[in-house]
């Protein structure tokens, strides 16, 4: 079955270290997406990727980068880590349709984050 | 500030009776809708859209309303039974681009048996 993946599930670092999570989808899908969640404030949309080669910034980009290099992965790196990036990471990824509206999309677990 | 509000933390419903979760948005351009559900230590999943050119759409025991004028959506959920048990996220987005997807910040509901 397609499915998608994180890893770590959990992580522990430092200030200042830099951290990687890994994305890995199988669905074959050109949209990926990287979340956070925080107590109080949903999901919300850090960087974005339609396809290899495109990535785009959301709504809380300070601090993250992302890069797209093949269909299946999205890797979120956090330069510098900082307390304030403690967080839930969710990727998701949904399937091109003309028109770019699908509304759906698949979701991996989680990477819990926990800056020190 | 807040585009899409659930203003409800949290709600219990007995088991077999209607679960009744509401949403609230400012943005007048959103015109598609969605709801996920979220179990804990798991990826959220969608569950229903709507577009807003309906004012009604229904999957099985999920039905999910839309009031325009009111900005309003909530979704309906009957027979409520244990495996309802969850965080709903309501969201919203622009064009329905999946990059202008915004969530709220759930609600979390309790079936009582």
């Known amino acids: 079955d397609a499915e998608i993946t994180q890893s770590p599930r959990h992580k522990i670092t430092e200030t200042g270290r830099q951290v990687t999570l890994a994305c890995h989808q199988t669905?074959?899908?050109?949209?990926m997406f990287w979340y956070r969640q925080d107590l109080g404030h949903g999901l919300r949309l850090i960087h974005y990727s339609y396809g290899v080669h495109d990535t785009n910034k959301g709504e809380v980009s300070d601090g993250y980068s992302v890069s797209r290099s093949n269909t299946e992965d999205l890797p979120l790196t956090l330069e510098s880590a900082a307390s304030s990036q403690t967080s839930v990471y969710f990727c998701?990824?949904?399937?091109?349709?003309?028109?770019?509206?699908?509304?759906?999309?698949?979701f991996g677990e989680g990477s819990r984050l926990t800056v020190l | 500030d807040q585009q899409v509000k659930q203003n409800s933390p949290s709600l219990s419903v007995q088991e077999g009776r209607i679960s009744i979760l509401n949403c609230d948005y400012t943005n007048s351009m959103f015109d598609y809708f969605l709801w996920y559900k979220k179990y804990p230590a798991e990826g959220p999943t969608f569950l229903i859209s709507?577009?807003?050119?309906?004012d009604k759409n229904e999957d099985g025991r999920f039905t999910v309303f839309l009031n325009k004028s009111a900005k309003h959506l909530s979704l309906h959920i009957v027979p409520s039974q244990p495996g309802d048990s969850a965080v709903y996220f309501c969201?919203?987005?622009?064009?329905?681009?999946?990059?202008?997807?915004?969530f709220g910040k759930g609600t979390r509901l309790h079936i009582l048996p």
């Open positions: 969201a919203a987005s622009v064009e329905g681009r999946d990059d202008k997807i915004i």
């Open positions: 709507i577009s807003s050119i309906k």
């Open positions: 669905w074959n899908h050109n949209n």
């Open positions: 998701a990824s949904s399937p091109y349709l003309e028109g770019g509206i699908t509304g759906e999309l698949f």
